[in-house]
């Protein structure tokens, strides 16, 4: 992808960001008190709400998007060669993959699992 | 330069001579601000994927689980874990009002014409609501932290 578009993606990630981690700190710092705001019910019960459950997985895939986006262009930013910004593209796509395959994971199970003890 | 590089390398200040700011303008330590705060935030958020998980019971864990929960709470619902989400809020909101004002900057929104350089060198290009930008943000950001406070604390007195 274009550097131009990489830019693109981090100011539109940047935004779509600022909205859902404010909504995300509404929830567990306005809407109840903090104690039950991370309670095991509480947060179960937004899970098992299809659409918090959308959100939060949108939260997780945006926010390290822009996170991982923005480290690459730090590295980008420190040192250029064509080999360092290869590699450093590929780590990019691999630090996004995994993390947000973990995210989805904590996300899949929390919503279909059975409750353990 | 001299044929072996050496004064290429005597000139070359790595990653610190590129993070430090002294001896810049205000815009220049809000740019190193902005990334040093990205790269806390992220590894934050990073930290928080980890903690999160032990509601499903942590790397093995395959639903939710009060005890992974309260396990994972016991370690960090602490005055000392607090002060750390404090932190963050302060951080998370600096980072996202100075990256709004360069936003606006990188579509030349908050940019005055540029002109001819003149002693004492200050560049003309930067508008005083793009220094106004960088206080909000400091300002906001204080705000959000006495309000992270005030909701993290609340009862533990």
Known sequence: MRESRLMLVQYVTAVVAILLVAVHLIMQGVLYPYSTAISFGNILSIYRNGFYAVFLETLLVVVLVHGFNGIRIILHEWKQSAPWSRWVDAGTVLAIAVSVGYGTRTVILAVFGGVTA | ?157
């Open chain 2, 1 to 157: 330069m001299s044929s072996d590089g050496s004064e290429r390398r005597k000139n070359k200040r790595g990653i610190w001579g590129w993070l430090n700011p002294y001896h810049y303008n205000f815009e220049r330590w809000a740019y190193t601000f902005q990334r040093v705060t990205g790269v806390a935030i992220l590894l934050y958020v990073l930290g928080h994927l980890g903690d999160t998980s032990f509601f499903v019971g942590g790397p093995t864990g395959t639903g939710p689980s009060p005890s992974g929960w309260a396990f994972i709470g016991s370690i960090f619902e602490n005055s000392f874990g607090h002060l750390i989400l404090i932190l963050i809020v302060l951080v998370l909101f600096f980072h996202g009002v100075n990256g709004v004002r360069l936003i606006l900057a990188e579509f030349g929104l908050i940019f005055k014409k540029p002109s001819a350089i003149e002693y004492p060198y200050k560049p003309k290009s930067l508008s005083p609501v793009q220094k106004s930008l960088i206080w909000v943000g400091i300002g906001v950001a204080v705000l959000a932290a006495l309000w992270a406070f005030l909701v993290l604390f609340e009862g533990m007195g």
